[in-house]
């Protein structure tokens, strides 16, 4: 079973502060892809990468793909209440339909 | 595009009683995930469908859980009898190639 590390676990900042949260495995994936889940609700996919070392912009949100495609961070530049949520990272290490999802990151940005 | 629908969406029933979670997925996914959802554990999945046959259900927890794909427009997750500890969030996700996933609203079960 492949494992997907995400840190940190939690994490509370004020509004207009940088954030960088990531996602770690020993595996190499062949995708990978961030959700943000709002309380009471289903994840929702913000992005996938595919190639390693792939960088995507998402208006405040940079999401990157390491090199050798076993890791990923996403950075929030000037973070904003609407942030808040919980940041899961998920990844496919072939093509046989089925994703392994991190534990994610808590984030809270406060007003 | 009405997205994934589930239902309930809140379930309270007592421990031994039958539960059945029901899933629609997007039209045109041909992949179908059961995931659950609790604080302890996070996100595990339980089963998942491509073209309506089961695929890996190496997650469900016992024989007390049973999901079937009857069409390609929907899913049932049923456990029999319930227990306490099935108290959770259940999510059903849909997808076309299995990697990007989109997540229905979740049912959250409560077994007393």
């Known amino acids: 079973t492949q494992l997907l590390e995400q840190s940190p676990q939690f994490l509370s900042i004020q509004e207009g502060e940088n954030l960088t949260v990531y996602c770690n495995s020993s595996?190499?994936?062949?995708?990978l892809q961030w959700y943000r889940q709002e309380p009471g609700e289903g994840p929702v996919l913000l992005v996938t990468?595919?190639?390693?070392?792939e960088v995507k912009k998402l208006k405040r949100l940079t999401f990157q793909f390491g090199d050798a495609r076993k890791d990923s961070s996403l950075h929030i530049t000037a973070a904003q209440p609407g942030d808040t949520g919980l940041y899961l990272c998920?990844?496919?290490?072939?093509?046989?339909?089925?994703?392994?999802f991190g534990d994610g990151t808590t984030l809270t940005v406060k007003p | 595009d009405a997205g994934v629908i589930q239902s309930p969406r809140h379930e309270v029933t007592e421990m031994g009683q039958e539960v059945t979670l029901r899933c629609k997925p997007i039209?045109?996914?041909?992949?179908l995930f059961w995931y659950r959802q609790t604080m302890m554990r996070g996100l595990e999945l339980l089963i998942y469908?491509?073209?309506?046959?089961?695929?890996?259900d190496s997650g469900m927890p016992e024989d007390r859980f049973s999901a079937k794909m009857p069409n390609a427009s929907f899913s049932t997750l049923k456990i029999q009898p319930s227990e306490p500890r099935d108290s959770a969030v259940y999510f059903c996700?849909?997808?076309?190639?299995?990697?990007?996933?989109?997540f229905g609203p979740g049912t959250r079960l409560t077994v007393l």
């Open positions: 996700a849909s997808s076309v190639s299995g990697n990007e996933q989109f």
């Open positions: 998920a990844g496919e290490n072939t093509n046989a339909g089925k994703s392994t």
């Open positions: 990468v595919v190639t390693g070392g």
């Open positions: 039209s045109g996914h041909d992949y």
């Open positions: 595996s190499v994936f062949s995708s």
């Open positions: 469908f491509n073209n309506n046959v089961p695929i890996d």
